[in-house]
Structure formats: C-alpha cells, structure tokens
C-alpha cells in the first residue's frame, strides 16, 4: 500500500535555501558532465592531430626520390644552387644526381628551391634538355659515319 507523502510523518519541511541549493547541485553535476565530455572530445582533437603531425614527420623523415629524404634535399640547397650556378662540385659527388632526381620528382622541395632560388632549376633543366638533344644529334652522327 502505497503511503500519501503529505501525511506521511517522516517527511519535515525543506529548510530554507535546500530546494535552490539542490538546483545548484544540480546544475553543476549538469556542467561537469558537460565538461568531461568536451574534454573527451579536445583530447581526442588532441590525438588526432598529434598523430598527424607524427605521421607528416615521418613523411619528411623518410627516404624519398633519388634516394635522399626531404630533410636531406633541403639541407644541401645551398650546395646544389652553388653547382648549377657555378659547376662547384657537391660532395659526396653522387648527391648531385640525387638532388637533381629529388627535386624532379618532389613539388613540395622543388617549390621550396624555386622559391629560394628563383629560375635556377628550370634553367637548368632546359641546359639539361638541350644537352641531351646535342648528345642524341651527336650520337645519331657519329652511328651515320660508322656506316
Ligand atoms: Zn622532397
């Protein structure tokens, strides 16, 4: 049998300020919940961009075209724009060729050169191509004489 709360003798009156401080209660497990739950969120924010930025470090880190690494290609700018500029040798003498592969195949180095170096890659490509064009005349020449 269900008991009537009003005459019910266990029940006493509220003391003053119970039923505004059991709002506030309230109200603040409401905003702790609130809370946890974006902080769950900011912090799974926070894996995922810590993990980007892993994961494009890793990127950077690893070997790319011409067999050297981004980091590698941008640390020997300097010396590269020295030997197509002056025909300075570039130590080791291989690095030259695997800059020159690196940077043919990487956009994101060779925007990096074209904007340290302006025009010094394209005019060394086009010396490229137009010795290889010498060469292959050259060649096509020289095979006509052998026979
Ligand atoms: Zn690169």
Known sequence: MMS???TDQQWDECPPGELS???KRLKSTERRALLKSQMGNAALCL???VGGVLWASSLIGRTGPG???CKECLAHF???HLHLTTGAPIEPIKLANQMQVHLDHCRLC???FDQRFPGVLSTAMATRAAL???FAMFAATSSLLLY
């Open 4 to 6: 009537d709360f009003r």
């Open 21 to 23: 401080r059991l709002a």
């Open 47 to 49: 894996v995922l961009v």
């Open 67 to 69: 067999g050297i690494s």
């Open 78 to 80: 300097d010396d590269y």
């Open 110 to 112: 060779r925007g990096e």
């Open 132 to 134: 290889g064009q010498q």
